[in-house]
T-cell receptor
Framework: AQKITQTQPGMFVQEKEAVTLDCTYD???????LFWYKQPSSGEMIFLIY??????QNATEGRYSLNFQKARKSANLVISASQLGDSAMYFC?????????????FGTGTSLTVIP | AAGVIQSPRHLIKEKRETATLKCYPI?????VYWYQQGPGQDPQFLIS???????DKGSIPDRFSAQQFSDYHSELNMSSLELGDSALYFC??????????FGPGTRLTVL
């Protein structure tokens, strides 16, 4: 079974609007971490936001917030006030357990296009 | 702020040749990860190291090996290269379990 599922291959959003990118995960571990990355066409992987499984509050980093619904095993990324520079591929990832060196599992990504 | 450094940035090899990719983590970061990303695909975890010891192992072929040295830099050694090994290879580093920062990647082309 897929550890991370991103069901939206492509998304479009109007500039200055908010957009939600979906991510569901599958794990039997009680302790895990959820991550979102942005990969522009230039290829680098940019770390956006982290949510721990024991964190009671949703993580926020500037215009990025993570809508964490533990019971539904979902970790959706919300980007507010979209900008043209937000056009990129977005990957959701999970690390099981508490150890930093544990394997990361990535979803297949969502390609976001911001329309002027 | 200092980032993860990878070298070389681009590499062209022939089939059956060997390649060595180098990774210099962010200063003070003790954990290094290696990933392979094929065209249009998500990054696939290969292997990780914590404090110079192998931490976890993913889909790394037997033809590949890696290690982390005393200065925390890491090298990925790839032998008997195949056409299918052509990909973007990322190194990432972290100091805690709450983060993971990627380097710019090495683009390997096998002809």
């Amino acid at each position: 079974a897929q550890k991370i599922t991103q069901t939206q291959p492509g998304m479009f959003v109007q500039e200055k609007e908010a957009v939600t990118l979906d991510c569901t995960y599958d794990t039997s571990d009680q302790s895990y971490g959820l991550f979102w990355y942005k990969q522009p066409s230039s290829g680098e992987m940019i770390f956006l936001i982290y949510q721990g499984s024991y964190d009671e509050q949703n993580a926020t980093e500037g215009r990025y917030s993570l809508n964490f619904q533990k019971a539904r095993k979902s970790a959706n990324l919300v980007i507010s006030a979209s900008q043209l520079g937000d056009s990129a591929m977005y990957f959701c990832a999970m690390r099981e357990g508490r150890t930093a060196g544990n394997q990361f599992y990535f979803g297949t990504g969502t390609s976001l296009t911001v329309i002027p | 702020a200092a980032g993860v450094i990878q070298s070389p940035r681009h590499l062209i090899k022939e089939k059956r040749e060997t390649a060595t990719l180098k990774c210099y983590p962010i200063p003070r970061h003790d954990t290094v990860y290696w990933y392979q990303q094929g065209p249009g695909q998500d990054p696939q975890f290969l292997i990780s190291f914590y404090e110079k010891m192998q931490s976890d192992k993913g889909s790394i072929p037997d033809r590949f090996s890696a290690q982390q040295f005393s200065d925390y830099h890491s090298e990925l050694n790839m032998s008997s290269l195949e056409l299918g090994d052509s990909a973007l290879y990322f190194c990432a580093s972290s100091l805690s379990a709450h983060e993971q920062f990627f380097g710019p990647g090495t683009r390997l082309t096998v002809l």
